[in-house]
């Protein structure tokens, strides 16, 4: 459960449904018996009920009471709708929920009119549009009468509502950082501001005053929190449950840069702009001395009321005092600890070189431990923390690096950053102690060692620190970088490190033993790609890929696509797999957004815990690439290696007896591949059966017996006969070259109808087994020993799959004018089969949308007809019986 957490982001199997063409997330566990009935009819509502939503014009209120009541079900989503609703004074972003069903695609919506929630319970559009007037500046000023329309968060003014069409005569932008204040309580003006940029903007009457002010509010609410829904990576400064002062209530905030977002749910209730605003600690003298709370901080801001804060925790009104400051950008010389109040001294000298701040012993090299930390923390467990982080900073970098202590020095770093990844707090803390401890001080200390720079190094490819230590990180590798010396060979790496690390986010797990052996063992600044793993092929071959600590699964495949020859995936339908670290025979399909560094460690832990003592060590994941989504259009545009890779992938497919061939059959295309893995077949000259060439001939041809040919048929007759015609037939192959055969081989594979389709053993009932086929047109059930079409599901008709108790489910659907039913049918395989069959269908029916949209947007009108009639074909033919079941059983020729 380790490891599959981190690929599938759950340990359960998730169930979809086909809304609009497309694969849609219902749940991220299995249904009950009960529970998937229900769902099939609501999901059918959703599809019947979708044509018409997308053809209604109604408000967003209108909008929104329909659907509640059309599909009367509670949302499967982290929050529910009565939670939403119940705050009358904050928006709820456009991507947060959805108001029809769960089978949406809110990953579709754009940017558009949500709900926003008024007193009296009812919700209003977002969108606005109106007669306004906005103050012009010509030799004086005066008003003029514009057309606004408010959409998609901007803010656009015409001439007159029939000028819409046309270009705008001006935008006034609205983001996180604009305000929006009323003039005067008796004036019917509003200013909009962003930075040194104000419009003033007048309504005609205080009803509609009141109104743009409401929806620009909300509008500005949801740009202030987007940051958190469109980067979901984003990590606050800081967070806590805090209380402020006249709503006593406990809300979680969080210091998003120079905002601060206060919540009751999930999703924003208000901001407070904090830059350049005075945060100070208030006295027992003040008003808000009357509610009980030990420590009280104000926040006083440009055009905003004066904010309280509540804190009962010392550490944690020091924490946010500092945090508070620093986002403020007042008085960070000030706040914090010695360390932090040197640092902003630094910042405010913008780390001039010459000064004498650099050489202060708080911030240099020590030999002796910490009494407190360096950095500020909002508790005491976490200060005794980060005491005991710098002992083991000090050990590592202490102790030599040598054969018998390597695992020492692994156990150590993997132990400090996983404490650093539990409590995020203390990534601050380690990265200043890293800093103080690689330090030059000459001539008044000892330079920074090389192991201190080798653990920042691990540090850097697996998360940052936030500002300003990061602009001290950034600082101090500029400084130390200097290819002439090891120290500033690693520094200059950390740089490069940095920049990715920036790039492509933090890391979920710890450095593992390849990635921390690689950096202190094997140079990692001599190369640009410091890590590599080989990855292995279907043909017995392999190849090495390098990457580094931010590499994402979709630019390793890039780069394997890149040496190996082959398309890019979109195109080849190969995908990485990796196997189960377990030591079962599974394999993992990896999503192209995960980090190949976090998929090594996790496996390594899993592994670890699987198999307990030294063995652990010498066991590696390893990678495979093979073709995993398959379209008959792909062959267009084939590579050699893209051949190859299918040939013997369709080879296994044999061997396991997934593919209708008859023996004879079977032994031409053995004798293609063994054409192409040994080349022309040799006859040994020596005579008789004891020669050493005739050993040495019969072993090949048991060796290609093994590989190339299934298993069913090989206790049909003897192995000296299956010899004979198999040595003849390869000999009757001289001359060949490998990609004829492939040719050849491929030729004859693709004319059964279910070329490239993945079959999955599944039982109907007790002892009544069949084959799943999954394939571009839909999912077929097929007789398991004839490979005979039994039915068949086209995606069209899918309603809903996935997961149902133990079993696969399946409901397929007719929505023709006569006959609307639904027929579930259920599947038994096993967990893993049950979770791979319902991510590859959702696959193929997300990738077939995608073609459909590229080719309409693209190719032109003949193609698509050509498109068109190739699928009919194809679907023409898999509604026929296979070509193998009626086959001759004299042996077909292939020459």
Known sequence: MLYTSLIYRSTSTPVFATHKGKATLLSNSEFSEESSSSEEDSSEECQSNSGEEENSQTSGSESHKSSSHESPRSLKRAVSLSSMTSESDYAIPPDAYSTDTECSEPENKLPKTC????????????????????????????????????????????????????????????????????????????????????????????????????????????????????????????????????????????????????????????????????????????????????????????????????????????????????????????????????????????????????????????????????????????????????????????????????????????????????????QNEIYCQLIKQTQKTPPYGPPGTLQGWQFLALCVGLFLPTPPILWYLQVHLKRHGDSRTEEGKYAIYCQRSLERTQQKGDRQARSSRTEILSILLRNPYHHSLPFSVPVHFLNNTYQVVSFDASTTVEEFQSRLNQDTGMRKTAQSGFSLYSDDPTGKDLEHCLQGNLKICDIISKWEQASKEQHTGKSENARTVKLTYKNRVYFSQQMRGETERERLLLAYQTNLEITAGHFPVNKELALEMAALLAQVEFGDFERPFSPGPSGAAQTKSNQTLKQVLERFYPKHYRHSCTEEQMRYLLSARWASLRGRSSSECIRIYLTVARKWSFFGAKLFEAEVSKNVRVWLAVHEDGVSMLEFNSVVILASYPYKSIVTFGACGQDFMLSSGTNTSKDKSTEKHLFAMAPSKVRDVTLLIASYINCTQQRKAAAHHLSAPALLLALSGEMKKSKESRSKSPPAACRPSKAPTLL
């Open 115 to 426: 709900s926003s929630s008024t007193d009296n319970g009812k919700t209003e559009s977002m969108e606005k549009s109106g007669y306004l007037l906005k103050m012009v500046k010509t030799w004086k000023k005066t008003w003029k009468r514009h057309w606004f329309v408010l959409k998609d968060g901007e803010l656009l003014y015409y001439k007159s509502p029939s000028d819409v069409i046309r270009k705008p005569q001006g935008q006034i932008e609205l983001n996180a950082c604009s305000t929006i204040a009323r003039e005067r309580e008796e004036c019917l003006c509003i200013q909009l501001r962003l930075f040194d940029i104000v419009c003033n903007l007048k309504a005609d009457s205080p009803n509609l005053l009141e109104e743009w002010l409401r929806v620009l509010q909300s509008v500005l609410r949801i740009k202030a929190a987007s940051p958190l829904f469109t980067h979901p990576d984003t990590r606050p400064i800081m967070k806590g449950h805090l209380t402020k002062v006249y709503f006593i209530l406990h809300r979680t905030s969080v210091c998003l840069h120079a905002l601060m977002l206060y919540f009751l749910t999930q999703f924003p209730l208000g901001q407070i702009k904090l830059w350049e605003a005075r945060v100070e600690e208030v006295h027992k003298s003040c008003d808000v001395a009357e509610v009980s709370a030990q420590y009280t901080l104000s926040i006083q801001s440009v055009n905003q009321d004066p904010v309280y804060l509540l804190i009962d925790s010392p550490y944690e009104k020091t924490s946010w005092l500092y945090h508070l400051s620093v986002a403020a950008g007042s008085a960070v010389e000030q706040v914090g600890t010695e360390f932090e109040q040197l640092l902003g001294k630094l910042l405010r000298i913008e780390g001039d070189p010459g000064s004498q701040l650099w050489r202060h012993p708080t911030l240099c090299f020590t030999n002796e431990g910490l009494s407190s930390p360096l950095t500020t923390l909002p508790s005491q467990a976490l200060q005794t923390e980060a005491i005991k982080l710098f002992k083991t900073c000090q050990l590592f970098i202490n102790v030599a690096i040598d054969t018998p202590a390597i695992d020492y020095h692994v156990t150590l770093a993997q132990c400090a950053l996983q404490v650093c990844l539990t409590h995020p707090e203390l």
